[in-house]
Structure formats: structure tokens, C-alpha cells
């Protein structure tokens, strides 16, 4: 699945501040994810029972930075997690998101996953790329 040269889904930005796009089950299957806060079809069950998913609808806010709890503790858990395991920051990606706009942070976001090789999309969770397979540094 490559990335489209048009521009990307906004919709794939989650409320955590993490791209949808470039999680490992949209890159790698048929009928990938459509996004957190889209249908549940194909999504992993962990993100169909996300309590930071449950909490916003409920707090009926699109995203966590909308919240006056910001950054509460599930997201600075998650945060500490993304940035031990895939060495980024959601709420980096969040702040980006708040001082440059969604279709700047997506534009970024493309550049960053884009395979240099093939141009398929580079999954943050194993750095590798949905077309070729090529591992990425």
C-alpha cells in the first residue's frame, strides 16, 4: 500500500496523537484499519477497547489536547511507551497538530514513512516498509 500522492486521510489521526497510517495493521493487511475513530472493521481488538478512544467520545472532544486533563496519565503512559518502543512522541505529534494544523502534520508525516525505495509505507511499530519488506533505520 503506497502512499497516495494525493493528500492523506486526516481521519487517520488518532486523538493520542499517533498516525493511524503508519500503524503496522493498516500497512500490512487487504482490508486495513480504517483509522481510530472509524469503523471497527479490521481493527486489533486492543484499539476497539482503547479507554483513551472511549474517553474522548465520551468527553465528546476529537482530540486528547482538547482536554483540559492533557496530558493525563493514560496518555503519558502511552507516550512513554511509544517512545521507549518506536522512539517517537505523541505529544510532540499533538503539539505539531495544535501549532502547524492536521494536513501539515500528515504532509510531515508522509515524508517521514515514505519507503525511499518504493515509496510503500514505513510501519512505526517495525520499521518496515508495506511493499518491498525493506527494513528501514
Excluded: W
Excluded at 486523538?15 to 495493521?25: A, E, F, L, R
Excluded at 482490508?31 to 478512544?53: F, L, Q, T, V, Y
Amino acid at each position: 500500500m503506497q502512499m497516495p500522492k494525493e493528500k492523506i486521510d486526516t481521519g487517520m489521526f488518532a486523538p493520542c496523537g499517533m498516525n493511524c497510517k503508519v500503524c503496522y495493521k493498516h500497512c500490512y493487511h487487504k482490508k486495513p484499519c480504517a483509522g481510530c475513530m472509524n469503523s471497527d472493521i479490521g481493527k486489533p481488538e486492543h484499539c476497539r477497547k482503547c479507554r483513551i478512544r472511549n474517553c474522548i467520545i465520551e468527553k465528546d472532544i476529537s482530540y486528547c489536547f482538547e482536554c483540559s486533563e492533557y496530558p493525563c496519565r493514560r496518555i503519558k503512559n502511552l507516550e512513554k511507551s511509544y517512545h521507549k518502543r518506536y522512539q517517537t512522541s505523541l505529544i510532540e505529534n499533538s503539539r505539531f497538530v495544535q501549532e502547524h494544523g492536521l494536513d501539515c502534520f500528515m504532509e510531515q508525516q508522509k515524508e517521514k514513512y515514505s519507503c525511499s525505495k518504493c515509496g510503500g509505507i514505513i510501519s512505526i511499530h517495525d520499521r518496515e516498509c508495506s511493499e518491498c519488506q525493506e527494513k528501514m533505520e
